[in-house]
Nanobody, 123 residues
Framework: QVQLVESGGGLVQAGGSLRLSCVASGRTFSSSAMGWFRQAPGKEREFVAS???????YYADSVKGRFTISRDNAKNTVYLQMNTLKAEDTAVYYC?????????????????WGQGTQVTVSS
């Protein structure tokens, strides 16, 4: 089981930026797909972005062009750079580790989850 710890959430005005970080424990980080999901109050947890072990990236349509996922295998860390934030981006953001080197956008492909970090965008 991979342990994941997110950081970097907070309160930001619409149009602003935040960078989330997720540090993973364990020796399998470099061979695992990593993802970010988010959950707004009263809504289902939804896919935001993922990065495969060889750094192919995938994004939800709602964040494409505004968010960038990246990874630093030397630091066992995955990042989510969020620019041009909107009020509808407000949610708890969760980092997730895949079962293998690649993953679809489905939650079932991810076996380990962080505790989440709150992102609030004021309009």
């Amino acid at each position: 089981q991979v342990q994941l710890v997110e950081s970097g959430g907070g309160l930001v005005q619409a149009g602003g930026s935040l960078r989330l970080s997720c540090v993973a424990s364990g020796r399998t980080f470099s061979s695992s797909a990593m993802g970010w999901f988010r959950q707004a109050p009263g809504k289902e947890r939804e896919f935001v972005a993922s990065i495969w072990s060889w750094s192919s990236t995938y994004y939800a349509d709602s964040v494409k062009g505004r968010f960038t996922i990246s990874r630093d295998n030397a630091k066992n860390t995955v990042y989510l750079q969020m620019n041009t934030l909107k009020a509808e981006d407000t949610a708890v953001y969760y980092c997730a580790a895949g079962f293998g080197p690649k993953a679809t956008m489905q939650r079932r492909d991810f076996g380990s989850w962080g505790q989440g970090t709150q992102v609030t965008v004021s309009s």
